[in-house]
């Protein structure tokens, strides 16, 4: 597992140092607005996105066939991906966490709430995708991947500026607090992210290499 | 004891079925494995890793099941793959030390020796490798373990032939140990010639033969006639015939021949021909 996950660090290594500066950027464009929320937003999304990009180019070179005639099982090889995950959303938010207490001062606790919220939704987002990319192949599902970001977020952008989603947040609003929606989205994700695993793992097993 | 055995192993697929494949390959020698594109050489080399199911059957590695010895058998396969399959961004150095982590008798010395008596650099990515290159570092990582058995598929196929050459040597030092065993599947007959004692061929997802090499060599001839010369001749003993300008070829079984014309020596690659593109054409 850890020569695994050593191999998708050494695979995404150019590619996060490109996110990186586009983090910087939006750092940046946040402190002088300041306004943090497309940082956290990106920072975590970065993070959901290196998984799935290291599996890309696992795909192109034919990785897991070779990987597989090694001493590593199925489930190793989907386990690793999903620990990746994990492992990169939770730096993510330190970084996030630790930008909200030094860099924006204002609004801190909405900033660490606004955080958990959106590691909810990353996770969840990973856990769709992943099945996906490894069910058609990240090639093919990249455009199935993007809509599933795009989509509801225009579709959610939309609905609300007609108003038609004002009886639900005034609903949220009244019966529920910040962190209540913070907690429910990490434990949601967290909840969907380990049946997306069991999935992959059974899934993987059977898939024909 | 023997080092891989596939026993009533059948794999179907909508235009190809590998068909109750029974082969038991011995500790200590070399086979080669030859069969047209599509013959199943990769599909059985796939079946050994578990990376497509059989339908039936069983395949033992060093006695011990491919499913549920799964790891335990891998730590002792060195694999050279067709694509080699390194992650392109990848350098050498970072390879070993991603490898060290996956294979338990991961010999990192051993691994350094290789790649500079292969003259692979340490810090160049894999993308930037020529296919000699990158036989050359799967081959190196197949033997920085503990192999006892080597798996290559097409490992020489699109090399020059001094790669080749350089390859098929190491291939004949690693057999010196004798519980060491290739299996090796290539188009370039000429190296399975070279190196091989024994010959599997398969066909259309049938095993035909499994010889010795040597024995194989001696059990046929090619006859070059005119077409009455080979009518006159058992025909149990043509294997398969070849018409060209100059008259007719045909592939004999020096054990049923009956002519009295001289025969030339037949190579394996006239023998894989014969059986399959000549067989009993006239």
């Known amino acids: 597992m850890l020569g695994l996950l050593q191999k998708d660090f050494y695979t995404i290594k150019k590619q ?76 993510s938010n330190l970084i996030g966490i630790i930008c909200s207490i030094t860099v924006f001062k204002e609004d801190r606790t909405e900033n660490l709430l606004i955080l958990g919220i959106i590691w909810g939704l990353c996770l969840f987002y990973f856990s769709i995708c992943f099945p996906i990319a490894l069910i058609f192949g990240v090639e093919k599902s990249r455009y199935a991947m993007m809509g599933l970001i795009f989509i509801p977020t225009i579709a959610v952008a939309l609905l609300a500026k007609q108003g038609y989603l004002n009886p639900i947040f005034d609903f949220v609003e009244k019966n529920t607090t910040m962190i209540e929606v913070c907690i429910l989205s990490i434990i949601i994700g967290f909840i969907i992210y380990l049946i997306s695993w069991l999935f992959s793992v059974k899934f993987y097993e059977n898939k024909e290499l | 004891m023997n080092a891989l055995e596939f026993k ?74 067709e694509e080699a399959g390194y992650p392109e961004t990848m350098n050498i150095k970072e390879i070993e030390s991603v490898l060290s982590h996956v294979y338990k008798t991961w010999n990192t010395k051993k691994f350094s020796e290789l790649c500079t008596k292969l003259s692979l650099p340490a810090k160049k990515p894999v993308k930037d490798f020529s296919r000699g290159m990158k036989m050359k570092l799967s081959l190196s990582v197949a033997l920085s373990h503990e192999s006892k058995l080597l798996v290559l598929d097409e490992a020489t196929s ?103 014309q001289q025969l030339d020596k037949a190579t394996i690659e006239d023998i894989m021909l014969y059986h399959t593109k000549g067989a009993k054409a006239c």
């Not at chain 2, 200590?28 to 494995?33: L, Q, R």
């Open chain 2, 158 to 260: 699109g090399l020059d032939p001094i790669v080749r050459d350089e390859l098929l040597d190491i291939f004949l030092e690693f057999i010196q140990e004798e519980d060491h065993t290739i299996f090796i599947s290539s188009h370039i007959l000429s190296d399975l010639e070279k190196i091989c004692d024994y010959i599997a061929f398969i066909h259309k997802g049938k095993l035909l033969f499994f010889e010795e090499k040597d024995a194989l060599l001696q059990k046929y001839g090619v006859l070059k006639a005119s077409r009455a010369e080979i009518s006159s001749l058992a025909p149990s003993c043509i294997i398969g015939t070849r018409e060209n300008s100059f008259g007719i070829e045909a592939l004999v079984n020096l054990a049923k021949y009956n002519g009295n």
């Open chain 1, 16 to 91: 996060a140092k490109i996110m990186i500066f586009i983090l910087v950027f939006y750092l940046i464009f946040g402190i002088m607005n300041d306004s943090p929320s497309f940082f956290l937003a990106f920072l975590l999304i970065f993070s959901t996105m290196m998984p799935l990009t290291a599996m890309a180019y696992d795909e192109r070179n034919q990785c897991d066939k070779l990987f597989l005639c090694m001493p590593v099982s199925r489930r190793d090889l989907v386990s690793s991906r999903f620990l990746l995950g994990l492992i990169l959303t939770i730096v």
């Open chain 2, 8 to 81: 009533n192993v059948t794999k179907h697929y909508d235009d190809f079925t590998l068909d109750n494949l029974n082969l038991t390959i011995p500790s200590g020698c070399i086979v080669g494995f030859i069969g047209e594109n599509g013959a199943g050489k990769t599909t059985t080399m796939k079946l050994i890793f578990d990376l497509v199911k059989a339908d039936q059957g069983e395949i033992n590695v060093f006695g011990k099941s491919n499913k549920t010895d799964s790891k335990e058998i891998k730590e002792h396969i060195g694999v050279v793959l």
